[in-house]
């Protein structure tokens, strides 16, 4: 049976700041943060979106009444929760009025837990074939102002339906994985910025590439050739190219070129979104299925996931005929030429307008946030969301 993506979408805030502006706030020279680290644009999410909102916008604009029907399965992937005992999942279906009959989780392991999600899924409906999965993949990526981190920072979320006979992308068998215990990057639950050896992660990420690809090339002979694209956890932009110079050489020039060309489309939305954490991979694959002019159906891509702590995993794909009908491009286009750039005085606003640790009511300003669904308050301590179109 062929299982795999089947739709897919992503949401980011209505806000972005120019890295141009930030570099020279922060004193440092432009080039770094636009061709060192590979960034233009950093997503600033106001008070009235969370890792939840943020999801349910990006799942909205995905899903047909139909889906809603059928979807028996939630996997919700976050490091940016809400709740230390109840999935987020729960309120999407509240929000989206999913269908009751269906399981509802959220799973964890920084950057990597939406990938947990597609290969629990995968799993699910080999055993289930009628039924649709919905994965949430949403964060809000934070270090601190004046941080190194703080040019990586980012807020987005995807939405993935898995399903059989997929209209995008199969997932093929057998991938490789790893995992070892790092801290290169980990979040304290009494914090609400990550703590990071910077250095070290990155170390770290580009040795959990090369030991999942050398295995990956073991399990199932596949080379370089045999990859119209690859796609990377995305950081920034940066980290991904460094990860495929690795390999690079492993190929002929004609390799060579379609990768680094592949690349460079596959990194446009989060360059100018930022990190979104666990679903920057799929946000790169959104973007060079969107963008590209010439990939034809029948391709193979790889794709790398990485999250911090750490595990890793390479898998595979083939995309599939008529992919590009099944795509979300004019509404991604829109939301994304509708955001507003915020200068650096008030992106540090908005940054620090955080709420206070156990406040039990407040009413947030959602007449601000264009987002069809908001994060709008607190009551007795229970998180309010309105969703403007119900
Ligand atoms: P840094 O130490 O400020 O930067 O922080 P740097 O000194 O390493 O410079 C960065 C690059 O800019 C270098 O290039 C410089 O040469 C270049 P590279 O050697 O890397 O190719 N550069 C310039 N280029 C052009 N013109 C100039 C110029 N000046 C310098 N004038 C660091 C960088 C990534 C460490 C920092 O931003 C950080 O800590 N970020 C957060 C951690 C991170 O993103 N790690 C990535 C791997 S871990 C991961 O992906 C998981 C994660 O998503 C979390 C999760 O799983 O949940 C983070």
Not at 84 to 106: G, P, Q, T, W
Not at 270 to 292: D, F, K, M, P, Q
């Amino acid at each position: 049976m062929k299982i795999g993506i089947d739709k897919i979408g992503f949401y980011t805030p209505h806000m972005y700041v120019d890295i141009k502006e930030l570099a020279i706030a922060r004193n440092v020279e432009p080039e770094k943060f636009t061709i060192g680290i590979g960034q233009e644009k950093m997503a600033v999410p106001p008070i009235t979106q969370d890792s939840v909102s943020l999801a349910a916008n990006a799942a909205l604009e995905i899903l047909t009444d139909e889906d809603k029907k059928t979807i028996d399965y939630v996997i919700f992937a976050t490091e940016s929760g809400i709740d230390h005992s109840k999935a987020a999942s729960i309120y999407i279906h509240e929000l989206l009025d999913l269908n009751s009959s269906a399981r509802s989780i959220e799973v964890k392991q920084a950057c990597y837990g939406a990938t947990a999600g597609i290969q629990i899924a995968k799993g699910h409906i080999a055993l289930n074939p009628e039924s649709k999965v919905l994965i949430l993949g949403s964060d809000i990526a934070r270090y601190g102002l004046h941080t190194t981190g703080e040019v990586t920072q980012g807020a987005g979320a995807v939405a993935i339906l898995v399903s059989k006979d997929p209209k995008i992308m199969t997932i093929e068998s057998p991938s490789a994985y790893q995992t070892e215990q790092v801290m290169d990057f980990w979040r304290p639950i009494y914090s609400d910025t990550a703590y990071v050896q910077g250095k070290l992660s990155v170390d770290q990420y580009l040795s959990f590439f090369q030991s999942v690809w050398k295995e990956h090339k073991e399990k199932t002979g596949f080379e370089l050739k045999d990859f119209e694209s690859i796609f990377f956890h995305l950081p920034y932009t940066k980290m991904g190219l460094k990860a495929l110079r690795t390999v690079i050489d492993e190929g002929t020039e004609a390799d060579k070129d379609r990768l680094l060309a592949n690349f460079e489309i596959s990194k446009r939305y989060n360059t100018i979104v930022g990190n979104i954490y666990t679903g920057a991979l799929y946000l790169s694959l959104i973007s060079l299925l969107e963008l590209n002019d010439t990939i034809e159906p029948g391709a193979r891509i790889g794709l790398f996931s990485y999250g911090s702590g750490a595990v890793g995993e390479f898998f595979s794909g083939i995309l599939q005929p008529n992919y590009r009908d099944a795509l979300f491009a004019d509404q991604h286009e829109k939301l994304l030429a509708d955001r507003k750039e915020i200068s650096v005085a008030k992106y540090e606003e908005v940054f620090q307008d955080t709420l206070p640790v156990g406040i039990d009511n407040i009413a947030l300003p959602i007449d601000e946030d264009p987002a069809t669904i908001c994060f709008s308050g607190i009551k007795d301590h229970m998180r309010q969301y309105v969703n403007k179109n119900k």
